[in-house]
């Protein structure tokens, strides 16, 4: 069973799964105890009260008749990350079609550790890089993922060089922050505005805060795009202090 961090609230369990569906993703129905051979299917329509609807693509008679009646895991992959639930009472309809419960409990997976993921427009929310003396650099997240970030800031605005570091750097949001880490830097270009540039950074020796700071910042942005709760995005995120409004 999956760790309650990547459950999504019953409330919005079909609203995520009717906007996954709009997409006709590719899921994979597996056996509760075996995960070798899966079935594979699309997914076709979701009823807040019949439940869910898969077109299984090429199955064979015994494989659909073994599957009637059951309980199967159900793996649907989609951009925005793998959701996985359990599908009750699978029943196969007269048009081929597998149809199983609505789920009580969705769970969404990040894909990848790399993978990079655009955080919600907010215009409170910033990285700071620290200058020293005193000095700090504002600049705004593009994308970000557990190992590194991608930063938009002003052209010379502070020395930029492939290889170099920034210490002391932090995520801020109003008056909320996370714990100080090092960036180092690996790449840059030129933004769409002349006076911008765009800076890829990695984290450099992290410590196990950080690694979990980062985690925790990917997976919350990736549920509440999944919620479709993009507002108040910031709520579950580890370091948040702030009022929940």
Known sequence: KLAPSYLIESRHVFRTLDREFQK????????????????????????P??????????????ELANMIDTHRIFVMCTETGKYQFTGKNIKVESNGLLHCDMPID???????????????????FKLIIGLGAGQELLTNVVDVSRQGLQLDMRAEATDVSAGGYWHTCYFERLSSRSAN???QIKHFYQGNDISRIRVGCELYDPTKQTLREFENLVDTIVRARAMSNMKKW??????????NI
């Open 24 to 47: 006709h993703p590719v899921v994979g129905v597996f056996g509760l105890e075996n995960w070798l051979n899966p079935t594979i299917a699309l997914a076709v329509h979701i009823d």
């Open 49 to 62: 009260n019949q439940g869910l609807f898969f077109k299984p693509q090429d199955p064979s008679l015994t």
């Open 106 to 124: 969705l769970y969404i997976i990040q894909r990848r550790e790399t993978f990079r993921i655009s955080p919600p427009v907010d215009e409170s």
């Open 181 to 183: 880490f090092n960036l």
């Open 234 to 243: 910031y709520l579950d995120l580890s370091w948040w202090m702030g009022q």
